[in-house]
């Protein structure tokens, strides 16, 4: 499944969020890094809502 994320720049550093999955969002410094944390955290979520 392909789930779209949002950035946006915030204060010196990116936010980002999957708005498919509620509470699910990250930041980092550069927006590589926000990208692969929000990547991160999408697999997360996911993990645990499979356990559920």
Do not use: F, H, P
Request: proline letters at 0%; hydrophobic letters at 35%; one cysteine or more.
């Amino acid at each position: 499944m392909k789930y779209s994320i949002c950035l946006r720049y915030e204060d010196s550093s990116y936010a980002a969020w999957c708005q498919g999955l509620t509470g699910c969002w990250s930041e980092g410094a550069t927006k590589e890094e926000a990208i692969t944390n929000i990547y991160d955290a999408i697999r997360e979520y996911l993990e645990v809502a499979e356990m559920l």
